[in-house]
């Protein structure tokens, strides 16, 4: 299979449609609770004409201890149920991470379910030994998904100490019914950023 990764001039729910045929919630972040931030660069790759995979990133801020950092936030990364497995998930996660680095950016960041982190670990991801705080309309939450970094330059390493993301955390702009940030019903346990299941929707 010849596939090639384009820079995507917009990603809607029709083209996430497009992607997983029309699944409800995908990515599965809306049992989290969260209010998310919507990304601004798409990276996606076509085959007969359809979109078969996406990618997408924004630039956060973010603390780790006293150091102050930009990241490039990776995330609403999807392949076609049919075509999984295939180097789909490498070829826009790495296109999204090189166009990070052309901005001068020095390490990676994304949230997943435990599930996932053996396909991130096989794309040079790492996981975060410990929680990362989130911002919520609300103020500070522990993000209940795993998070995961990777160097985009050499020499580049993760700093000791509490990490905090100071913006809302990045997902993909389709996985909400309209533009803009969505906060789905959350419990008080979940509020309070409970433990990851994995596989949970």
């Known amino acids: ?4 990764v384009t820079r995507l001039t917009h990603y809607t729910k029709a083209e996430r449609d497009e992607i997983t045929g029309g699944a409800v919630d995908p990515s599965r972040v809306a049992a989290t609770g969260l209010t998310w931030l919507d990304k ?14 996406h990618a997408g990133l924004v630039q956060v801020p ?12 990776l995330g609403g990364v999807i392949v076609a149920p049919g075509l999984r497995g295939q180097g789909l998930a490498r070829l826009v996660a790495t296109a999204a991470m090189e166009h990070a680095h052309g901005l001068g950016i020095e390490r990676g960041l994304l949230f997943c ?8 670990e096989r794309l040079g991801w790492q996981v975060l030994p410990d929680d990362v705080l989130v911002q919520q309309p609300d103020g500070p939450v522990r993000m209940p998904l795993r998070a995961m970094w990777t160097p985009l ?3 580049a390493e993760w700093p000791a100490g509490q990490a905090r993301l100071l913006s809302l955390p990045m997902w993909g702009a389709a996985d909400r019914p ?4 969505v906060r789905a019903t959350a419990t008080p346990a979940q509020r309070r950023g409970g433990s990851c ?5």
């Open 1 to 4: 299979m010849s596939a090639s």
């Open 40 to 53: 601004d660069v798409h990276f996606g790759i076509k085959l007969l004409g359809r979109l078969v995979a």
């Open 62 to 73: 973010l603390s780790v201890g006293a150091v102050r950092l930009q990241v490039a936030g």
């Open 113 to 120: 379910w435990p599930d996932l982190i053996p396909l991130y």
């Open 153 to 155: 330059v050499d020499g």
């Open 178 to 181: 309209s533009k803009g940030a």
């Open 197 to 201: 299941r994995p596989g949970s929707r």
